[in-house]
């Protein structure tokens, strides 16, 4: 499968992160947009599941110091929309973690 991996740095402790992520997944919980959405928190690492527009999404996001690693599988039949996507979750993440 595809993957989308990048870094986006912050300057949070842990805790704070790791509070802020939780917002991550309140929002896709919630949202019209987002069905079968799943998550498990594995120490620092939040794993989670979704499927958005009939697009199965899923990935982990990983709060290592003063940087989170986002690494996320998209199947191969949406690898025209790799950057929208891509983008969209970098987004979300870096307006959290402000």
């Known amino acids: 499968m595809p993957s989308i991996n990048f870094d986006i ?6 805790e704070d992160a ?3 992520l939780q917002r991550f997944v309140d929002f896709n919980k919630s949202s019209d947009k987002v069905s079968d959405f799943s998550h498990s ?3 620092d690492t939040l794993v989670f599941g979704l499927k958005t ?4 999404i899923k990935g982990n996001i ?34 959290l973690l402000k």
């Open 41 to 43: 928190w594995e120490g």
């Open 53 to 56: 527009f009939g697009i199965k």
């Open 9 to 14: 740095p912050h300057t949070l402790s842990t």
């Open 62 to 95: 990983a709060i290592q110091g003063e940087k989170v690693a986002v690494d996320c599988e998209i199947p191969f039949s949406v690898m025209m929309f790799k950057g929208k996507i891509e983008s969209e979750i970098r987004q979300q993440i870096e307006r």
């Open 18 to 20: 790791k509070e802020r």
